[in-house]
C-alpha cells in the first residue's frame, strides 16, 4: 500500500524551531519528487516547498523561503521540513505529498505557533 | 505567481442533480491542471490530472474539461459522500498555487 506518514508536529512559541518528517512506503521513494502543503485552521491549500528525487533542484513559497529548509533521505525513504523562526501564521496541518501532480498525501501534522 | 479563481465558492445541490464548478487561471496553464475532493478532517485526495483524465479508483461520474484558462469539474450524479469541498491547481509554473475551494452542499 502507497503511504506518507507525516511526523513531528507540535506547539512552539514564535521564534522557535521544528523539523518536520515524512515517512514514505509502497513505493519507489528514490524516484518521486516530493511536496509539503500546509492548511491553516479553516483556510484552504497553501503549497509550500517541492524537492526533486534527487535534491538537484529544491523550490519554496516565498512565504517560506530563507526559514524553511526542505530535505530527503533516500536511503530512509524519508522527507524533512526544518522550520525556523517560525511565526503565528505558519500554524497549518502539514501534510507532505508525492509529484507536481500530488497524487498521494499523508493525513497531516499539526503545527501550532503560540506563545 | 498564477492565480486561481473557483467558482462559486459554495454550490448547492440536491442528491442525484449534476454539479459543475469553474477554475480560472490567471494565465495560461495549459492542461496541467489537477482537482482535489477534501472531506472534514481528511486530506485532500486527487480526482483529476491533465485537466481530464480521472486518477485511479476515482468513479466515472467525476469528469473535468477545459485547457488554457478555463477549467471545469463536472459531478454527473451526486452522491451523499460527494458534499464536501474540492480545489483546483495548477502545476505549469512554480510555484504551484490552489484555487480557493468550492464546498459543494446539499440543498
Known amino acids: 500500500e502507497v503511504q506518507l506518514v507525516e511526523s513531528g508536529g507540535g506547539l512552539v512559541q514564535p521564534g522557535e524551531s521544528l523539523r518536520l518528517s515524512c515517512a514514505a512506503s509502497g513505493f519507489t521513494f528514490s524516484s518521486s519528487s516530493m511536496n509539503w502543503v500546509r492548511q491553516a485552521p479553516g483556510k484552504g491549500l497553501e503549497w509550500i516547498s517541492y524537492?526533486?528525487?534527487?535534491?538537484?533542484?529544491?523550490y519554496y513559497a516565498d512565504s517560506v523561503k530563507g526559514r524553511f529548509t526542505i530535505s530527503r533521505d533516500n536511503a530512509k525513504n524519508s522527507l524533512y521540513l526544518q522550520m525556523n523562526s517560525l511565526r503565528a501564521e505558519d500554524t497549518a496541518v502539514y501534510y507532505c505529498?508525492?509529484?507536481?501532480?500530488?497524487?498521494?498525501w499523508g493525513k497531516g501534522t499539526t503545527v501550532t505557533v503560540s506563545s | 505567481e498564477i492565480v486561481m479563481t473557483q467558482s462559486p465558492a459554495t454550490l448547492s445541490v440536491s442528491p442525484g442533480e449534476r454539479a459543475t464548478l469553474s477554475c480560472r487561471a490567471s494565465?495560461?496553464?495549459?492542461?496541467?491542471l489537477a482537482w482535489y475532493q477534501q472531506k472534514p478532517g481528511q486530506a485532500p485526495r486527487l480526482l483529476i490530472y491533465?485537466?481530464?483524465t480521472r486518477a485511479t479508483g476515482i468513479p466515472a461520474r467525476f469528469s473535468g474539461s477545459g485547457s488554457g484558462t478555463e477549467f471545469t469539474l463536472t459531478i454527473s450524479s451526486l452522491q451523499s459522500e460527494d458534499f464536501t469541498v474540492y480545489y483546483c491547481q495548477q502545476y505549469n509554473n512554480w510555484p504551484l498555487t490552489f484555487g480557493g475551494g468550492t464546498k459543494v452542499e446539499i440543498k
Open positions: 494565465q495560461s496553464v495549459s492542461s496541467n
Open positions: 524537492i526533486t528525487s534527487s535534491s538537484s533542484t529544491i
Open positions: 491533465g485537466a481530464s
Open positions: 505529498a508525492r509529484d507536481q501532480v500530488l497524487r498521494v
